[in-house]
């Protein structure tokens, strides 16, 4: 786990509610993300991870409650959520790539496109990103000539390019086999390790323990308990949560 940050509130979620029909999704999630920070969401499929994260970059609109970066309010900013868009990344669990374009092409699209960059300094930033992540020697490759592996690490330097403030990942290696999951797992060590600010929807306990400065468990629409790995892992409070993490330990 790397280094506590006492670095100042750089994401602030308030309040979170979303409904789709009868169905209550979120019920109220409230939590603050401070700059270097990494916090990773736990708990069973279906409590409203992953809505809460499209909700943070207004992919789906809550129906009440506020988001917060920089003290500057995300929810109700009209024309402005491009803006903040660009300094909130998401790495989607389904990768989300444009097949019809190279590697490099995937990365310097929005260079060029949403920051106007370019196309000599977008296509330098690119593969730069994709030197990060280990993927330069397939910079001319198109996205279904790569391992679902490197098309999420490819997603990740397409997130990285934009020089986020904050990187949202949804799941990012439920689709991937055991090894391929390793490698994208390494990336996401490494960044946060860099100091990446960073929220986590994922299954994988073991990088939850070692790099999260905070877990959170989500049932239910709502996060019943929230702690550092040591505390989550050795002493939850809920017994729901001894009971999941009861699930990973018995593997």
Not at 224 to 235: R, W
Request: charge should be negative; charged fraction near 25%.
């Amino acid at each position: 786990m790397h280094k506590m940050t006492d670095g100042e509130i750089i994401l602030r979620v308030e309040d979170i509610h979303k409904c789709y029909g009868d169905i209550e999704v979120l019920k109220g999630v409230s939590f603050d993300v401070r700059r270097g920070e990494t916090k990773v969401f736990i708990g069973p499929s279906g409590t409203g991870k992953s809505t809460l994260l499209r909700c943070i970059n207004q992919l789906t609109i809550p129906d009440s409650g506020c988001i917060w970066l920089n003290n500057e309010e995300v929810t109700h900013s009209g024309p402005r959520i491009n803006q903040f868009r660009q300094k909130i990344g998401m790495v989607f669990q389904n990768f989300n790539l444009f097949d019809h374009l190279t590697a490099v092409a995937n990365v310097e699209i929005a260079l060029i496109r949403v920051k106007g960059m370019s196309k000599a300094d977008a296509r330098k930033k690119a593969l730069e990103e994709l030197q990060q992540v280990g993927l330069l020697d397939k910079a001319n490759a198109y996205p279904a000539e790569l391992s679902g592996g490197q098309a999420q690490r490819l997603s990740i330097a397409r997130a990285l390019a934009m020089d986020p403030e904050v990187i949202l990942f949804d799941e990012p290696t439920s689709s991937l086999d055991p090894e391929l999951t390793r490698e994208v797992l390494e990336v996401m060590k490494r960044l946060a390790r860099a100091g990446m600010t960073m929220l986590v929807v994922t299954h994988e306990m073991g990088f939850a323990l070692s790099v999260a400065n905070e877990i959170l468990f989500m049932e239910h629409g709502t996060i019943v308990e929230k702690g550092s790995p040591a505390d989550i892992q050795t002493s939850p409070a809920f017994a729901r949560t001894r009971m999941f993490l009861g699930t990973f330990q018995d593997d």
